[in-house]
């Protein structure tokens, strides 16, 4: 699937954001090993960045997080 120009560039300012940028501290201080996590995801090997996802959904901080990401996507009509 393509994405448009709008949904780049949608991506791009959530990936931006404070919150997006705040649940990524999070992860690496939760785990250390988000780059390779994703490296693997991309790969074809999500597991590891699962494994940190699902730690991450377990903590209150990190699920308001999440909420307020998917709000923002939503709003983005990205969902």
Known sequence: MELSE???DAIAR???SSDAQKLMELLQRQS???KQA???AAAGDPSQLMAMMDQLMHSKEGAELVDRIDSQARQ???K
């Open 32 to 34: 250390g090993q988000v």
């Open 14 to 16: 959530l990936a931006k």
């Open 38 to 40: 994703a490296q693997e």
């Open 76 to 78: 983005a009509g990205l």
């Open 6 to 8: 709008k949904n780049r």
